[in-house]
C-alpha cells in the first residue's frame, strides 16, 4: 500500500533553515514554563488562547507574553529540547534556528549568555542523540537595536565560538525599513573574518532594494524574500549566484505581507529557478510545522513528488552543515 501524503512528505529528510528559537514555544511548554515561575500557572486551555490573535501587532503582544516565561537557563534548555523533538517527528534530519542575543542580554541581563549557551547546548546534544536531528545556531542582530548593541552580540558570538562550534552565523531581523543593512557593512565583514556565514531576513515586509542590500553586505542566504517578485533583475540574479530564498509561506499569510495563498511567489520562484527552501519561521505562533509547510506548498502550488524531493534537496544544499553529511541526506533523497 501506498502512504498517505502527509507520511510520504514526512519521511523525506530536509532541513528547516528558518526557524526561531523563542518561535518554537508550543502552549504544551508554555504551561511547563508557567508551572515553574507564575503564581497561578497557566492552564493549558488559557495558554492556547494567548495564541489567538486577529493582527500583526497582537502576535507581537501575544509573543512577547510567551516570551517573559523564559527567566533561567534551564528554560532555554527546555524549549530547545521540545523544538528538536517536534522537528524531528516531522522527517526533519537538521535545523539552523535563529536566537535573539540582543533581545536576551536587553531585556533579561541578569541571563549571563555563556551560561545560557551551556545550558541549551547539553540540550541540544541530549536531543540529538536521542532523536538524530542536528542543530547550528544563527545570532540573530536585531536591525533597530543600537549599534552598541549589535557590536557587543557579534563579540560574544566570535569569543562563544570557539567554545560552541554550532554557533555558525549570524543574521539581521526586525524593521527592515528602520535598520537597513548597510548598517550592518562592518559587522558582516568582521563576522565573516572570524568565519561566520551570513544570513538576513529581507524583502519580507519592503521592496527589492532590501534584498538588494542584504546582497551588496555579503549575505549568503535571504529569508522571505517576498519582493524579490517586483524585481526581475533580481530574480535573474538570484538564480544566477543560487542565493537561496527561506519562503515560509504560513507566516508571510499571518502578518499580512502576502495577502493571499494564491499570491504567494514560491511556484512563481521556483519555476524561475530560485534555490527555494520550504521553513516555518515561528511554528506554533503561527499554527503550523514545517511538515504542514510542506503539505501545504504541495497540495495548494502543485508541487509533484519529484518536485519535493527538489525542495528537501534544497535545504540541504542550502545548510551549513558538514560535506560530507550533506552528500549522505542528499543521497537518502535521491534513493527516497
Known amino acids: 500500500m501506498l502512504p498517505d501524503t502527509?507520511?510520504?512528505?514526512?519521511?523525506?529528510?530536509?532541513?528547516?533553515?528558518?526557524?526561531?528559537?523563542?518561535?518554537?514555544?508550543?502552549?504544551?511548554?508554555?504551561?511547563?514554563?508557567?508551572?515553574?515561575?507564575?503564581?497561578?500557572?497557566?492552564?493549558?486551555?488559557?495558554?492556547q488562547k494567548l495564541y489567538i490573535y486577529n493582527d500583526f501587532q497582537e502576535f507581537?503582544?501575544?509573543?512577547?507574553?510567551?516570551?517573559?516565561?523564559l527567566q533561567t537557563p534551564e528554560d532555554f534548555a527546555l524549549i530547545t529540547y521540545e523544538m528538536i523533538r517536534?522537528?524531528?517527528s516531522q522527517g526533519c534530519v537538521h535545523a539552523e534556528v535563529n536566537f535573539s542575543w540582543g533581545i536576551l542580554l536587553r531585556r533579561k541581563p541578569h541571563l549571563q549568555m555563556p551560561t545560557v549557551m551551556q545550558a541549551i547546548e547539553t540540550a541540544r546534544i541530549h536531543a540529538e542523540q536521542e532523536f538524530g536531528t542536528t542543530v547550528l545556531w544563527i545570532v540573530d542582530l536585531v536591525r533597530t537595536h543600537s549599534p552598541e548593541l549589535n557590536q557587543n552580540v557579534l563579540q560574544l558570538a566570535i569569543t562563544l565560538k570557539g567554545q560552541f562550534p554550532s554557533i555558525v552565523g549570524v543574521g539581521i531581523g526586525g524593521d527592515e525599513a528602520a535598520g537597513p543593512a548597510p548598517l550592518f557593512r562592518e559587522l558582516y565583514a568582521e563576522a565573516k573574518d572570524s568565519g561566520l556565514r551570513l544570513v538576513?531576513?529581507?524583502g519580507e515586509?519592503?521592496?527589492?532594494?532590501?534584498?538588494?542590500?542584504?546582497?551588496?553586505?555579503?549575505?549568503?542566504?535571504i529569508g522571505h524574500g517576498l519582493s524579490a517578485q517586483c524585481d526581475r533583475d533580481l530574480m535573474r540574479v538570484l538564480a544566477e549566484?543560487?542565493?537561496?530564498?527561506?519562503?515560509?509561506?504560513?507566516?508571510?499569510?499571518?502578518?499580512?505581507?502576502c495577502p493571499a495563498l494564491e499570491d504567494h511567489p514560491i511556484r512563481?520562484?521556483?519555476?524561475?529557478?530560485?534555490?527555494?527552501i520550504i521553513n516555518s519561521d515561528d511554528p506554533p505562533m503561527f499554527k503550523t510545522s514545517l511538515?504542514?509547510?510542506?503539505?501545504?506548498v504541495q497540495n495548494h502550488f502543485s508541487f509533484s513528488e519529484q518536485e519535493m524531493k527538489e525542495l528537501a534537496a534544497n535545504s540541504v544544499i542550502a545548510s551549513f552543515m558538514p560535506f560530507e553529511r550533506k552528500n549522505k541526506l542528499l543521497e537518502m533523497i535521491r534513493k527516497y
Open 205 to 221: 515586509a519592503v521592496g527589492p532594494e532590501s534584498i538588494w542590500a542584504a546582497l551588496d553586505i555579503g549575505t549568503e542566504r
Open 6 to 47: 502527509s507520511t510520504w512528505l514526512r519521511g523525506i529528510p530536509k532541513a528547516e533553515l528558518h526557524i526561531h528559537l523563542e518561535g518554537s514555544i508550543k502552549p504544551e511548554t508554555l504551561v511547563k514554563l508557567s508551572q515553574r515561575h507564575d503564581q497561578i500557572p497557566l492552564t493549558l486551555e488559557q495558554a
Open 241 to 257: 549566484r543560487k542565493i537561496p530564498i527561506e519562503i515560509n509561506v504560513t507566516s508571510n499569510l499571518k502578518t499580512g505581507n
Open 86 to 88: 517536534s522537528l524531528a
Open 291 to 296: 511538515l504542514q509547510e510542506y503539505e501545504l
Open 200 to 202: 538576513a531576513h529581507a
Open 60 to 69: 507581537l503582544e501575544a509573543f512577547s507574553l510567551v516570551n517573559s516565561r
Open 268 to 276: 512563481q520562484y521556483f519555476d524561475a529557478g530560485l534555490v527555494v
